[in-house]
Every structure is written in structure tokens, then in C-alpha cells.
């Protein structure tokens, strides 16, 4: 089976930034082929020698609050079918919110293996505010990392390959 992972998260936590870093200048991005939806974007990635598509997620409708949850269940559900391993990204300057909660409500109905990665920790002394997201009850391993520098991302992505 492919190796397949999803980046899942509300707005602005730095799922996209964390997919460039991924795909980097490979460059393989799919979403012209026909019958990709237009509102993910798919790109190829390497770790360790292990190769994996990448699913950024996003283009979550804005409006009312019942939308934008029922927008989350459709894309991460999504995800879900179509994902071998799911990235949940959180944003530790934020702290917990609602909308991570619903994330966390949702993703609970997976069996796939769950990597919470607390994003926006950039320095050492903020990677403490990723135990924060502990609250959200999942039982998915919490990595504190920066998708803008890359610190503690090498560990996320060992783990990552290990359930291929
Ligand atoms: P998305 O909506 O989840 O795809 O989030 P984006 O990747 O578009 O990032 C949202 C904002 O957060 C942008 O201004 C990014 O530059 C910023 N950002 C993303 N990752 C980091 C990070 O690791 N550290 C910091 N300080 N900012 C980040
Ligand atoms: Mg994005």
C-alpha cells in the first residue's frame, strides 16, 4: 500500500509551511491531474530513504462556526480514507482552542496512527508549551516542532516512517 500522510489542522497553524519543507524542491505537485480536488495539494516527500505522498489540507470555508465544523469533519474525514498516517498540526503560541478540540473529536474516529505536531516552537524554551496539548486527550505522541526552521521536525518524521 502507498505511503500516504495527511497534514490536518485549522487555519494557520503552518500546514502548509510544514508541507513545503517536506516536498522541499522536488517539486511534484499533482493537483492538475483530474480528479484531485482542488483544495488539497499532494506532493511527493523523502526521509531516510523512505518516499511518501504528502497531503496538505486547507481551504476551509469561512462564515459561521457550524460551517467551518462541518468543513472539518468533510476534510478530515477525507483524509482519513485516504491516509496511511495523519499529521495533526497545533500551534503552540495559541495554546488549545475550540476548533483544535473539534479536530481532536474528529480524528478519535481513526484507527490510523496520529503525530501531533505542536507547531511554532522555534526555541528551546517554547517547546515546553507543546505538553499543553495533553488536554486534548489523544493518545497520538506530541512533538514539539518548528515548521518554519525545522527544529524537532527530524524526530516527527522518524517516527513518521517507522509506520510504513
Ligand atoms: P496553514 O493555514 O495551516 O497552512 O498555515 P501556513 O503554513 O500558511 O502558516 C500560517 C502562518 O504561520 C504564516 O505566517 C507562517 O509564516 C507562520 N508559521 C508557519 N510555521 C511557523 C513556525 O514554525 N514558526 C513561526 N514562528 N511561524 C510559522
Ligand atoms: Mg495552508
Redesign the pocket.
Known sequence: MANIVA?V????????????RLIEKRQAIMDNEPGVTRDRHYGYAEWCGKFFTVI?T?GYATGSDDKFEAEIRKQVKLAIDEASAIIF?V?C?DGVTGFDKEFANVLRTSKKPIFIGA????TPDKTLLATEFYELGMEAEIYP?????GSGTGELLDDLIKTF
Open positions: 497534514i489542522g485549522r487555519p494557520n497553524v503552518g500546514k502548509s509551511t510544514f508541507f513545503n496538505d486547507g498540526m500551534d503560541r507547531n511554532k516552537a522555534d516542532i518548528s515548521a518554519e526552521n
